[in-house]
């Protein structure tokens, strides 16, 4: 078995507050030992050696709300309007460039078209694609008129939605995304703030019908994510039983109360992305400062930076993802979300950094063996080429990556990085 004995790096693990100086042995695809201090782990034994330099070890990142199909779209529609040769083509392109930026992991939230991210998935596990560990989602299962449903009386229109109404077809749709080998299935529960017909505070999808689609889903085995901003869908979600619910922005004190009780089986995410960019940097798509007061977005960053601070303080488990793909929010800005946990939601680095990571993990169905550099655990490793604890921003951009190493093999190997020296030599 292929052996990488990786020495002298400050080993961050996932788990605690405090990087320190150490070596890990990777045997496989796994985590073979984690020691401190140098000169610990016998290296006769390993084919390679990596020297960190000092660098900075952490579990390769976990993006917890994923779109690798959302392939730069301004509207929704614009999605429907992309042949499926194209988009998959694209989506592949997607699905490299994340983990070039330090992503090992991703849950999908949803993808454009009902067997992208099914195929996509195949190719990566396949080893035919470089991407990361996949969990394909189907489109969107929401109801006419709800978020995803583009279309007008007389006018076709598709995004990343799939219609249903009424608990046969909900159930059919959920039976359907299975058919074709999905890992998640998602619900539109609520509306959102760029649907002006079904605004985020909008409960669009009924109790019975999400009650149902969740119980096919989980019968078929597989895992539940949904779209829920207003408070009731917050509720409705809990007591449906799906596994993620994402947003949660306008959740109320019983909404919180619901989700504390339930916090170990229920993970949350705020997608903060996308929020944040709308409001904040609308200017470099035509959002002016008026469109975004009317839309009522500054409201709603107001209501997810409250709730994430309840979140925080309420210990719930809540993972990264900012909905990164759209004009507004281009993919591989992705790990920014960090940073927006430490500035806007009062967490601190390494807790922000364990929901990017070990949080992540859990999600995506390996707790305790993913998202964490542990003995046993899948070797999923990044060398990160400045502090992270410190700076946040040091994981944004594909730069700070000296290693990238996913199960066990190496995308981006620290010993093919031009040493400082070297460049000037070169230059
Ligand atoms: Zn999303």
Redesign the pocket.
């Known amino acids: 078995m292929s052996a990488i004995l990786i020495r002298n790096a400050r080993v961050w693990d996932g788990e605690n507050d405090d990087a320190y100086l150490g070596e890990v042995l990777v045997e496989g695809n796994r985590i073979r030992t984690v020691a401190r201090g140098r000169g610990q782990i016998d290296g006769a034994n390993a084919a390679e050696i990596v020297d960190a330099e000092g660098m900075f070890l952490m579990p390769g990142m976990v993006e917890g ?1 994923c ?1 690798l199909s ?1 392939v730069g779209p301004s509207r929704n529609q614009d999605l429907g309007e992309i042949p499926p040769e194209e988009h998959l083509l694209r989506t592949c392109r997607a699905a490299t460039m994340i983990l070039n930026h330090g992503f090992t992991s991703c849950y999908s ?2 993808s454009a078209k009902l067997r992208i991210d099914v195929v996509v998935r195949q190719e990566i596990e396949d080893g035919y694609l470089a991407g990361p560990r996949y969990r394909a989602a189907g489109p ?1 299962i929401t109801v006419t008129g709800g978020l995803g449903d583009e279309r007008k009386a007389h006018m076709h229109a598709e995004s990343f939605g799939m219609m249903a109404d009424g608990v046969d077809e909900v159930r059919r749709a959920v039976r359907l995304c299975c058919r074709e080998g999905v890992d998640n299935v998602k619900f539109n529960v609520s509306g959102d703030e760029f649907v002006g017909h079904a605004r985020a505070e909008i409960v669009s999808m009924s109790e019975e019908e999400l009650t149902v689609g969740v119980r096919t889903a989980h019968d078929w085995g597989k895992r539940v994510a949904c ?1 829920s901003r207003a408070a009731e869908s917050v509720k409705r979600s809990v007591r449906a039983g799906v596994d993620c619910i ?1 947003h949660c922005d306008f959740a109320d004190e019983e909404a919180l109360d619901m989700l504390e009780e339930a916090k170990d089986r229920v993970i949350v995410g705020p ?1 903060f992305g ?1 929020v944040h960019n709308s409001v904040f940097e609308g200017d470099v798509v035509g959002l002016t400062k008026d469109v975004v007061e009317r839309m009522g977005l500054p409201r709603k960053l107001e209501h997810t930076i409250r709730t994430y601070e309840q979140m925080r303080k309420r210990g719930m488990r809540v993972v990264v993802g900012g ?1 990164y793909g759209f004009t507004i929010t281009p993919m591989g800005q992705n790990a920014r979300d960090i940073g927006h946990f430490v500035k806007f939601f009062g967490y601190t680095p390494a807790e922000a950094l364990r929901c990017a990571t070990a949080v992540g993990g859990d999600l995506m169905g390996h707790k305790g063996e993913l998202g964490v550099i542990r003995e046993g655990a899948l070797a999923d490793i990044l060398l990160v080429d400045g502090d992270p604890l410190a700076d946040q921003s040091v994981l944004v951009g594909p730069d700070h990556f000296a290693m990238i190493m996913k199960n066990g093999a190496m995308f981006r190997d620290p010993r093919q990085r031009l040493r400082p020296a070297h460049r000037i030599a070169a230059e």
């Open positions: 709300h779109h959302f939230a949803a969107e779209h994402y997608a996308l909905d």
